[in-house]
């Protein structure tokens, strides 16, 4: 009985095709259609601009505590981009960008983060789980509606979303398990954005990378540079090709940073570097794509000051919805609206007395007649 290596495949792949200068890789760089990938940047802009309209607006108290994405559009975006709308997301808690590019209204996503649970009901089609705050859990979600699909022959697939410190909980352990052993049609995409509120990557786990976790599985996992938007959607593709060929779940580690704060409650110069910022600055996911964009003539400075426009529009008329909605529910009215679809005439009587001691009662009576007339 000699002491032998036992033969295990033990491959990572490191994905890049887009350097931080714009370069591209002639060899690895997809061909995807013009309009993909113009796409692509309007979602990432959007993304960045619609982040920074929030981090405002939670300055000035008109939304709550939330987790910026900035920085983390690429990694976000290379991979929804490969879905189709029967697929399922499921995001942890900073996948605004992912979450918009599946159609989930914004307006939606000022209220939820100003509060309110209205903003969690989703157009009829829209298949994005809820965002999860509890580190990891979501991953569990993703391989039983794998599992579901599976089931059910179907060929759609479900994408998890969740950091670098996601891979420190059980959770995650226990779905990627579950996932190997049921061959389910999941994407774990990790967003090693290096830094789990003020615990750094290095302190997450001794692994020399997170891709590598797939491993312990037995499924396939692959590091890619997760400020890449190219690199992204290619690895996903792949992935996301094998789920629905029945070949298993596949773990994608995106590398890249969190530029900004871990959440509004947070001050990350308590511990981090400047410099550690600067060094990802130059790393930048759009400005990057913004100049191989160029370099294809696919976009000009002027072009550029025309969409900036054009997005900043769109989110100003997001936000006067979502805060003339905030107002609607805020009214204690509000309440009785949502027990029933006709409501019985004791809340209807409850309902005008309220109004009366709000001394709103000719104001209400006269929406009333409005609404019956
Ligand atoms: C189970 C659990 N433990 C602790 C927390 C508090 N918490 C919120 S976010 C976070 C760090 C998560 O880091 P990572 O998974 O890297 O995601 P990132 O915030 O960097 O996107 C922690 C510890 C939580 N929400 N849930
Ligand atoms: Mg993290």
Redesign the pocket.
Known sequence: MPRREIDLPYRIDYLSILDQDGNVDKDLEPDLDDDVLLKLHRAMLLGRRFDERMLRLQRQGRIGTF?PIKGQEASQLGPVANLRPDDWLVP???ETAAMLWRGQPMEGILLLYGGYSEGGDLPGEVKNLPVA?????QTLHAAGLAYASKYRDQDTVAMAF??????S?GDFHEALNFAGVFQVPAIFVC???Q???S?PRAH?TRSKTLAQKALAYGLPGIQVDGNDILAMYVATREAVERARAGEGATLIEAVTY?MSV??TADDPTRYRKDEEVEEWVARDPITRFQTYLKKKDLLSDDGLEELEEEIKDEIAEAVERAEKRMEEITDPLFMFDHMYADIPPYLQEQKEELARELGRGREYSAGKEAANG
Request: charged share 15%.
């Open positions: 987790a942890a808690f900073r705050v509890p580190v990891g859990t969740f950091g670098d410190g996601a891979t909980e967003q090693n954005n830094w789990a509120i615990v997450q969190r871990h959440t």
